[in-house]
């Protein structure tokens, strides 16, 4: 079974940075593209960064420019670089494949506000 722990959400003031970490177990995660998907009030989860097993990042157009995903396939964690936060990306932050075959983790909280 897939498990997926996210980490290092927090409060931050808008311009402020942030880096999430995601540790995957019970996959041959090197195999897989990997995403981060985040989810706001009322709103549906939505994929923001994707990385494949090759490197090759895509973004939604709300981040680009400004978080950057990437991974390490030895310690099977993928990571998202955030910065120039905005207030609108308050939400909680997911890790899974690319297109979220696995069981959702608890997600990691990010709050952006002054």
């Known amino acids: 079974q897939v498990q997926l722990v996210e980490s290092g959400g927090g409060l931050v003031q808008p311009g402020g940075s942030l880096r999430l970490s995601c540790a995957a177990s019970g996959t041959t995660f090197s195999i897989y593209a990997m995403g981060w998907h985040r989810q706001a009030p009322g709103k549906q989860r939505e994929l923001v960064a994707s990385?494949?097993?090759?490197?090759?990042?895509n973004y939604a157009d709300s981040v680009q420019g400004r978080f950057t995903i990437s991974r390490d396939n030895a310690k099977n964690t993928v990571y998202l670089q955030m910065n120039s936060l905005k207030p609108e990306d308050t939400a909680v932050y997911y890790c899974?494949?690319?297109?979220?075959?696995?069981?959702w983790g608890q997600g990691t909280q990010v709050t952006v506000s002054s």
């Open positions: 990385i494949t097993s090759g490197g090759h990042t």
């Open positions: 899974n494949s690319r297109f979220g075959i696995w069981s």
